[in-house]
């Protein structure tokens, strides 16, 4: 049984930063840059490790367990791994200027100054074209704008985030929730025990059940499906309230592209594009039904651009 959590062959997503042996003979490593002190989103440096930001959030309850899962009826692409990364039209891609003029009371909280509306009128649209909600499209297109200005070596796009995405939570409409304008879902989402039973690792509790209300075993949290310790080390806060909290859609979409964008990865780049999926959860039948969302989502809102 493959509940939310847990990877078509039972991992943790987000669990791990390795590429799987199946396509490790393709696989390139980047260097990465300096980091940029003006970025999109806010950006605090957290001891060693460079967190962008680690605060807290409010200790939910465990959710039982569920038959529910979001990426049952998504078909595998055809599609042999490293062998090429989604297309991409920059005519879809996410762009600020095109939408409302600059509000200077507006910030992300790190001092870069966005309408809060920014994206508005560019999710509107392709939410009519793909299906993806508009709330979390603002949120993948936020999470590309921070890594052009933070990693631009990247190229991580919003259709790459929004395949994960309704992958892991449906965009955040996991087991009947639904996502509201704050960016949170109903009800937290908060996948099964990570307890070994068959299909699924074990990982003892990291947080002390902080973020997924459970003491003993680690379990998945928020709408991109983070286990704690992987959030804890990644943790950013996307909406710039303070706070990084795997709930909140901006954070975990934010979170999500520096996760993949690990270790100077090039997104738009076959071998960077599999080594970053296959890191967030180590199944090729997930990485190809990833590559079909993003590559028919970007075609879709290529199209309504015609």
Known sequence: MRTAGTGDDGQSR?????????????????????????????????????????????????????????????????VTPGSEA?????????????????????????GAQRPPGSLDAWAERTATATGVPA????????????????????????????????????HGRYGGVTLQQDGRPSSPIIGVPLNGSPGVRSITDTDGGRLDGDPRHDRAVGPMQFIPSTWMRYASDGNGDGQADPQQIDDAAVTAARYLCAGGRDMAGADGWWAGIMSYN?????????????????????????
């Open 14 to 78: 987000g669990g791990t930063d390795s590429a799987p042996r199946a396509v490790a003979g393709l696989l390139t490593t980047f260097r990465p840059v300096a980091a940029r002190l003006a970025i999109v989103v806010l950006v605090l440096a957290v001891g060693a490790g460079g967190i962008w930001l680690v605060a807290g959030a409010a200790t939910p309850q465990a959710s039982p367990t569920t038959t529910d899962v979001p990426a049952r009826d998504i078909e595998p692409a055809h």
């Open 135 to 170: 709330r979390a499209l603002r949120a993948y297109g936020h999470a590309e704008l921070a890594m052009r200005e933070h990693r631009p070596e990247c190229r991580v796009s919003w259709a790459t985030l929004a395949g994960i995405g309704r992958v892991e939570s449906d």
């Open 86 to 110: 989604p297309g991409e039209d920059p005519s879809a891609a996410p762009d600020p200027g095109g939408d409302t003029p600059p509000d200077p009371g507006a910030s992300t909280g790190g």
């Open 282 to 306: 180590n199944s090729v039948e997930y990485a190809q039904k990833v590559f079909g969302l993003a590559d028919g989502y970007a075609a879709q809102a290529a199209g309504a651009r015609d």
